[in-house]
T-cell receptor, first 118, second 112 residues
Framework: SQTIHQWPATLVQPVGSPLSLECTVE??????LYWYRQAAGRGLQLLFY??????ISSEVPQNLSASRPQDRQFILSSKKLLLSDSGFYLCAWEFHLGQGIAAADTQYFGPGTRLTVL | QKEVEQDPGPLSVPEGAIVSLNCTYS??????FMWYRQYSRKGPELLMY????GNKEDGRFTAQVDKSSKYISLFIRDSQPSDSATYLCAMSAGQAGTALIFGKGTTLSVSS
């Protein structure tokens, strides 16, 4: 079965420090992967998505970046964190549901990383 | 107008109540509708998936889609304290490469 891992689970970082969050997927190959940020009252904000190794699309300009060094690994980074980067970061992989005309792509989420920037 | 609107709540009900959670949307191309449940400090988990209009039932949960009104609902029968969570609707047009659009979520609290 497919599993998605994220670490660390919780992180407290000072403003201006670097960031590296990791997401790995097991049990599937060549998945489409996504990074979201969830802030209180603001819902899920899509940050990046990747359809393959080295292929990254950015949805929102910011001081974050993403990389996909391996097929089942997706990394979210920052060189200098801002207070506004605090939030709950979620990695998701795309999963095909249903058959025929009722088939659609949905997403399964990892456990998330809660980041607090002080 | 935002693509997907969802009342954030909070919604508080007693145990055993019937709960109705709703989303409205503006894009008539949406054909695939999902409900996610998110417990505090956890990632969202897929609860229900529906294609086009109609109802789908799974245990105490019923998902309903009315495409003519651009309105979807999730009903929870005999609600339990373990149903206390944030419920997010999500939808897409379904073509390859189209994004999944999420509502902001409704927070539900079921008291015993």
């Amino acid at each position: 079965s497919q599993t998605i891992h994220q670490w660390p689970a919780t992180l407290v970082q000072p403003v201006g420090s670097p960031l590296s969050l990791e997401c790995t997927v097991e049990g599937t190959s060549n998945p489409n992967l996504y990074w979201y940020r969830q802030a209180a009252g603001r819902g899920l904000q899509l940050l990046f998505y990747s359809v393959g190794i080295g292929q990254i699309s950015s949805e929102v300009p910011q001081n974050l970046s993403a990389s996909r060094p391996q097929d089942r690994q997706f990394i979210l980074s920052s060189k200098k964190l801002l207070l506004s980067d605090s939030g709950f970061y979620l990695c998701a992989w795309e999963f095909h549901l249903g058959q025929g005309i009722a088939a659609a792509d949905t997403q399964y989420f990892g456990p998330g990383t809660r980041l607090t920037v002080l | 107008q935002k693509e997907v609107e969802q009342d954030p709540g909070p919604l508080s009900v007693p145990e055993g109540a019937i709960v109705s959670l709703n989303c409205t949307y503006s894009n008539s191309a949406f054909q695939y509708f999902m409900w996610y449940r998110q417990y505090s400090r956890k990632g969202p988990e897929l609860l229900m998936y529906t294609y086009s209009s109609g109802n789908k039932e799974d245990g105490r949960f019923t998902a309903q889609v009315d495409k003519s009104s651009k309105y979807i609902s999730l009903f929870i029968r005999d609600s339990q304290p373990s149903d206390s969570a944030t419920y997010l609707c999500a939808m897409s047009a379904g073509q390859a490469g189209t994004a999944l659009i999420f509502g902001k979520g409704t927070t539900l609290s079921v008291s015993s």
